[in-house]
């Protein structure tokens, strides 16, 4: 018989499962050949690398610090 431990950590590891897949999850979008922010060509090893890469390497640092700095209002 299964007490409530047993069922915290079967819930644990289904979350924690949900999570990986979300974050492991591929982008199904073809790369892009140019930025879509600055229109710059974006070379062709970061196209094969990342899949479905939207933006160059600059764009995408600028990116990624709006939304870590952004704060809803």
Known sequence: MADWMDES???QLTVLQEQIARATRTTRAPSAYFCEDCESAIPEQRRKVIPGVQRCIDCQ????????NYRPV
């Open 61 to 68: 640092e600028i990116s990624e610090l709006r939304k870590k």
């Open 9 to 11: 950590q079967e819930y």
